[in-house]
């Protein structure tokens, strides 16, 4: 079953922004984005056969970027490994004081510092509102793996949120609750 042009340009317009969102999150600039998320769209275009359910099209485009991205870094043989610092296991939770005081921007900057294997599953749910289990397809791993690092995700990103409030003395501005996705 081929995807044909009109079908290709509709594929694109319902799933190019949220493709280049993952994309960026993933490569953490604008430019590798850009060619991952067009990389993902070749791939449709030339196997487009192995698209079984035309349902699950946007799941397949997620898929294959994902792994797309994991084949740049395997080839790159760049695996960078974030220390987390040791004295962010003794800070205190992030008060909700102090997450009222934390900008979007700032959350986003210290999401795009996680280590990949929790940052992708944070962006798939919480940006891009995908279910677990669709996550645990696109990452190839179970739902168990996909919770406890969506946990551990919230936990690291909390503790660094704490630490770059704590250093940067931002000033108040509100940040979007953690407990819901962003989408509708």
């Not at 070749?42 to 349902?55: A, G, I």
């Not at 919770?147 to 551990?152: P, Q, T």
Request: proline fraction near 4%; glycine fraction near 2%.
């Amino acid at each position: 079953m081929d995807v044909d042009e009109l079908d290709y340009e509709q594929v694109v317009a319902l799933h190019h922004e949220s493709l280049y969102r993952f994309a960026f999150s993933l490569a953490g600039n604008p430019d590798d984005a850009a060619e991952l998320t067009q990389e993902a769209y070749v791939r449709l275009l030339n196997k487009s056969w192995q698209l079984r359910d035309r349902t699950k099209v946007k799941s397949w485009l997620f898929t294959t970027l994902y792994r797309i991205f994991l084949g740049w870094k395997h080839r790159e043989n760049r695996f960078p490994h974030v220390e987390v610092l040791s004295a962010e296991d003794e800070l205190p939770p992030l008060s909700q004081e102090i997450a009222d005081e934390v900008d979007g921007e700032m959350a986003m900057t210290t999401a795009l510092d996680l280590e990949e294997h929790f940052r992708v599953p944070l962006v798939l749910h919480y940006l891009q509102c995908l279910t677990y289990r669709e996550i645990a397809a696109i990452l190839n791993v179970p739902i168990g793996t996909v919770m406890s690092r969506l946990s551990r995700g919230k936990d690291l990103l909390r503790q660094r949120l704490m630490v770059r409030k704590l250093q940067a003395n931002a000033r108040p501005a509100t940040m979007i609750s953690s407990k819901k996705p962003f989408c509708a």
